[in-house]
């Protein structure tokens, strides 16, 4: 996933134009040939394309099934005080999937190495608490990477464990719609992928986009040590998306506290 504002009258009509094959990997790296493509643009620095398939028409090509969605979107009534759902248009809304379950990307150039192995939900206040922990691979840090080494050994030896657990909280409205996030020690405010010492503290923020309906709040982790925001700062990075209910995702789901997760790490490397 990328994502980008734009306004839905710059969305031009799809339209074939002449294109040259982007840059290869080889050490010269030089463009490739000239050809043609379907494109659909946004604005002057946006817009999606294909290349152009003999034997088919632009009319039945994917960006323009995308351009029609689109248009189609725009013409569909909000839904009331919830105008930024990310409107999907498949998914697998299972067993789990019909619980409050956050939606949590990724700048992609992080995950290769530290990527979402589980997410966990815990209700708390009767159920108008969720207390949601994520399990990263690891912590690599990018603004301290000399350091890298030393905090991976202070983990295990503190925590118990390499793999970075991170905290935050969703509050829901009297009618169980996630409404606010609350961040402890880890907000990352306007910081992005290159900082990796944010440990931030804000409460009471609105959730700012849902994923496909109001059960799945969206959360960005933003920084190198996984300090998160309800809003993207890394706008020109590709994000991993995790959808925790989703089938074959690469993700676990469970229920499991934050004392029961720190807890299990303890017991697993001999830790009282």
Known sequence: MRGFDVEGKQIQPPKEEKYKEPLDNKPKKKYGQERIRWVVNFDGDHSIW?????????ESSEVYEIYNGLMKSLDEPMIPDAKDIFNVVAYDDNKIGKKIVPVIYQA?????????????CHAL????????????????????KIANRLYEWFRIWFYGRKIDVETFYIVLEDNNTPKLFDFKNIYSGENSIEQDSIHLDKHNVDVKYYFGNLRHPIIFINTSN??????DTNHELWKWEYIPWQKDGGVEFHNKSREKID???KKKFGFK
């Open 50 to 58: 294909q290349w152009k398939e003999e034997g088919k028409t632009i």
């Open 108 to 120: 992609a150039i992080d995950s290769w190495k530290n990527f979402v192995r589980e997410v966990h």
């Open 263 to 265: 807890e299990s790490f």
């Open 125 to 144: 206040d009767n159920g108008q608490k969720i207390q949601v922990s994520i399990l990263f691979n690891n912590e690599e840090l990018r603004e301290h």
């Open 226 to 231: 996984h300090a998160m925001a309800e809003h």
